[in-house]
Structure formats: C-alpha cells, structure tokens
C-alpha cells in the first residue's frame, strides 16, 4: 500500500490547512483554505524550493488569507486559498502532478487551484487528468487563457479613480505615466493609457520588452534604476514585488501609485512612507483582481465581455475605498482591509 502522510492542522481563521506528504511521487505541498463564505476557495499553486516546510506554511497562510481578500473586494463569489508544492520546479514529474491531483480531490471542490510561480498550464493540465478542481488553462476551451487583458482593463479602471481623486476628472489626457515593468500586464495598460491621450515612459530588464513599447507606442524608455525618479503622475509597478521601499520612495517623484505587481509594499511601514510623501497609493491587491475575475467567469461558463465588466467594477470599488479613507483621514491602503471584511464577514 502507498505510505502517505495527510496532516490537518488548526489556526484561528482558517477553515482548513493540510500537510500532504507521499513520498513515492515526492509531492510535500500544503493546500489552505482561508475562508469560504462568498464561495469556493480559489487560488494558485506555486512551487519554490522552500528552505523548510515551515516557510512554505507561512506563505501559503498568508497568500490564501490575502486572496479571500482579493476576491471579496472584487465582489466575485469565490473564497480565499492557495497551496505550496515544497520542491525544485526544474525538477517537475507527472508522478508528482498525479498526487497533487489526489490531494486536490481531498477537498470536493472547496479549493479550486489555479496557476502561480512556477506552475504552467501544462502542469496544470496534467493535474486535471485526475482532478475536476482546476481553472485557468491556457487555451482551453470555456477559457481566455492568458487573464493579462482583463487585468489591464482593471488597472486602467483603478487608474481612472485615483486620477479622479487627485484631479478631479478621470480623464487621462495629458497624464504621465512610468511603467516598471511591460510585460503582459504593463505593455496592455501603457496602451490604453496612450490610447487615452496619456504619455509613458517604461522601463524592463527584458531589452525587446522596452524596444515594443518605445516603437508602437511612442514610450520614453528609461534606465531600471532611473524609473523612480521620472517626473509624472503615476508611477505604475508592473513588474516584481517589493519596489516600493525605503530606498525607492524618496525618490519616487510621482502624484499616485497604482500597477498590478503583487505585494508591491516592501513593508507595511512604506505604506505610510508613501502617506507622508502625499503619494496617494492604489492597494495592488484591489486593483489587480482581474487575473482572479477572469478566472471566476471561466468557473461560471465564460464570456469575455463579462469578465471585462466585472473588472470595471474595480473603479468603483477603489472610488469607495478613496472615499472612506478620506472621511477616516487615513491612508487608503489601511481602509482596504477593512472594506474586504465586511463582504467576508458582514458589517459589525
Ligand atoms: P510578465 O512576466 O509578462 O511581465 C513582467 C515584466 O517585468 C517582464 O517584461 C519582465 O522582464 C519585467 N521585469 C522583471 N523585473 C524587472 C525589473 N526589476 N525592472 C523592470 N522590469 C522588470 O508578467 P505580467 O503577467 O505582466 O505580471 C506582472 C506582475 O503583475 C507580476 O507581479 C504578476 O504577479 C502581477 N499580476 C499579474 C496578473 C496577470 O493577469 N497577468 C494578475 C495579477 C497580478
């Protein structure tokens, strides 16, 4: 018989947290479910070397909790959860896929997974040979596949609120914009935004990446380091976590911040380095749910124009999250929390 070892562990908050082990398929993952009440968990699986089992628990502990919140605020019917496979992703069997499937099964459907660092669609596929709970499948059909469209449909929404906040008007005429990052996401944004009358400048570490962009849409293109210091209106971190510090706020020479990079506060702490700056600050986490939308429309039968309608609605949500933080006198970033518990948990 096959030796596995299945662990339920307990935290405050969590509906669920479970340590799989089999080692015939060398598969250690973890699968946590922070909170269902707006619907099933769903969330994606990410696979990193991770120097201890308990660093791959704090992760997946914190990215389930940060996607209940995600979900909430995009005001779609999905809960929070994620999962860790703990292993050297260059090193991927579809032994180790076909157990991480039977781990799936374990939860009927409560946690739908989905891709994240590291995870391809075609890992993905390969668990959906034995496991109905996955979604967001490159060119399946019932899918768009790559989700970047509607996330720049969302970031642009987000960008007209904040606009609007600072000026007045959502208007996008005339505003500047510098882009870290024009990959997927960034390059789709810095379109529209130029489609809008705005003006980008851009930078990547990825050479073609900055060459697109400067040809088909006319971007100033600027050094890796020199981006922070562009003076414009929105500075839009659409690369990698973390760029927002405190070395690179001081030099941030910008009105607002809004991209779709993920965890883009270094610390809490630059949340209100940025406050005391007069940066007004987009959370990423509200304005960046269009990758989690696009999959939740996939989950209810797809259809393009409604997932980019529902990422609309994050122009909204960021005008309530501007507004109540203005008669809280307090930073956006601190009220988006709030705002994202009381449609998981009602109003108290
Ligand atoms: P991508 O890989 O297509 O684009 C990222 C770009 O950033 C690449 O061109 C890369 O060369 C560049 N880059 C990396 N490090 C850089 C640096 N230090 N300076 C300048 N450029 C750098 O990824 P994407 O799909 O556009 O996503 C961008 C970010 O948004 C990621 O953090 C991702 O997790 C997040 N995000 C994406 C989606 C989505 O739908 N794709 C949804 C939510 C969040």
Known sequence: MKKMLHEELAFPGYERVVYYDD??????????IHNTNLGPSCGGIRMLPYASKEEALKDVLLLSKGMSYKSALAGIGFGGGKSVIIGDPTKKTPQLFAAFAEFLEMFEGKYIAAKDMNISSDDLMMIKQ????????????????DPSPVTA????RGLEATVEQIYGSKSLK???VAFQGVGHVGYATAEMVVKAGGEVWVTDIDQKAQDRAAKELGAHVVSNDAIYDVAC??????ARGGSLNEK???????????????????????GMRLLERGILYA????V???GIINIFVEYEGYDQQKAFSMADGIYETMTEIYSRAKSANKAPFLVTDKLAEERLYGRN
């Open 23 to 32: 080692p015939s398929a060398g598969l250690k993952a973890f699968v946590s």
């Open 130 to 145: 034995s496991s109905r709970y996955v979604l967001g499948i490159d060119g399946e059909a019932g899918s768009l596949g």
């Open 153 to 156: 449909r969302g970031i642009l």
């Open 174 to 176: 005339g505003l500047k």
């Open 233 to 238: 209106d929105i500075f839009a971190p659409c």
């Open 248 to 270: 690179t706020i001081p030099r941030l020479n910008c009105r607002a911040v809004v991209g779709c990079a993920n965890n883009q506060l270094a610390t809490e702490q630059d």
């Open 283 to 286: 959370p990423d986490y509200a």
């Open 288 to 290: 960046n749910s269009g």
